[in-house]
């Protein structure tokens, strides 16, 4: 198999939303090759195809008249990319298995899978999904599960499965930097929460949170997607940021006194291994979680775990007084697991 000149993904997160592990990967991947991101469909007046190009990353958006409806992928997207990958050789580096059929229009070689989760588990997946993935692990050279339970759920594939978790800009977040204008202007305890705000989240355990520190606050920092925000807890000392920039977070950090990952436990939350988690731990906050598996088994001795309302109180208010040894040794493991040294390993199985 020839080398790649050019790789094309398909990526089911927006490009300028929320800063994902698609992002810290695909961005460190153009570092060493041109990479041509393809989207899903926009909702739009006028079927077209809007390009954003960053050095060597270009980014094709389709707006369509149709929305978000499958196919998610379709034929002038793909003569899009076209245009753009010339007459060099391809190879495919997806994040979905709804657009697998940029393998086939570009002889693709090698076919990366990146498994950041378990998407067909989550509410508004596409028909047939759990199907297609089946049909991506069995063509892929190269398979990288974001977790481990997504690793043990995928590696009866074989040795081109491999378990690489999420890392963290160590630099950034353990930055010495002020509060965020949002999280100074609190009185303490600020608990909050910074990612996409959505099916997975316990909302009822937020609520409970919320009312157990009357005179503390809430922050819940992201866009909120596929719930009606009339579910959201409401109350005086809960604050929705929307989406904030990813260079911001540090800040906002700082101003925090525990970091938390309410997640509930569904079917949606059952892969996830949270990429939040080291950079609280960069940020030097402590972490307060529900039994996530993966959170469970790698962090379960420096985050503290809590199932239940009542038992997630309790945990807040232990985290509040925090030892500094544990906290240290969460800033320690954060240290180890850089984005750098992530994207490392895996250039590494490619190059094999």
Known sequence: MKSPEVFVAGLHLRWDGVWQRPHHLLTRLAGQLPVIVVEEPYAAAVDHDEVRRAGNLSVIRPLRRR???????????????????GSRRCGAWLYTPMMSELIDAFAAAPIVYDAMDDLANFDFAPRGMREREAALLARADVVFAGGRTLYENRRSYGAKVHCVPSGVEVTRFGADVGPHPLTAMLNAPVCAYVGVIDER??????????????????????????VDPALLPQRANVHYTGRLPYTALPSLLAGVDVALMPFAINRATASISPTKTLEYFAAGRPVVSTPIADVVADYGDIAYIANGSTAFVAAVKAALAVPLERIERGVAVAATHTWEAIFAKMWTELAR
């Open 67 to 85: 929305g978000w409806r499958e196919p998610l992928i379709d034929a002038q997207a793909i003569a899009t990319a076209h245009e753009l990958v």
């Open 201 to 226: 989240l316990d909302y009822e355990l937020i609520a409970a949170l919320a009312d157990a520190f009357p005179r503390g606050h809430v922050v819940l920092a992201g866009p909120v997607v596929k």
